[in-house]
């Protein structure tokens, strides 16, 4: 088992940066695959960035891509997503997810997920 604590939300204006970090502990962190969701008010939780474990692999959706950066330091055991150019739609609760994986597997399926962290607030002002 692997517990999971986000760090790093906040306020932030429209063009501005956030570094979010997914702090872990228990199991070994490099078995698992590492992925950022979020979820806005009144819409459903949405896939933002994963990592394989080695780090190799990553991947985005559209909405995101060019602006988020996932990230993971296996030695310090944490993930981290950094978020430049937000804009208004960005701001959501943010959660950071580790999945059991085989070497350089990733996934964008939040079902995937075992574990997840408490969640962070990401908020943009325009």
């Known amino acids: 088992q692997v517990q999971l604590v986000e760090s790093g939300g906040g306020l932030v204006q429209a063009g501005g940066s956030l570094r979010l970090s997914c702090a872990a502990s228990?199991?070994?962190?490099?078995?698992?695959?590492m992925g950022w969701f979020r979820q806005a008010p009144g819409k459903e939780r949405e896939f933002v960035a994963a990592i394989s474990r080695g780090g190799k692999n990553t991947d985005y959706p559209d909405s995101v891509k060019g602006r988020f950066t996932i990230s993971r330091d296996n030695a310090k055991i944490t993930a981290y997503l950094q978020m430049n150019s937000l804009k208004p739609e960005d701001t959501a609760v943010y959660y950071c997810?580790?999945?059991?994986?085989?070497?350089?597997?990733?996934?964008?399926?939040?079902?995937?997920?075992?574990?997840w962290g408490q969640g962070t607030q990401v908020t943009v002002s325009s």
């Open positions: 228990g199991r070994t962190f490099s078995d698992y695959a």
């Open positions: 997810a580790a999945r059991l994986s085989s070497w350089g597997l990733i996934s964008t399926n939040g079902h995937d997920y075992n574990y």
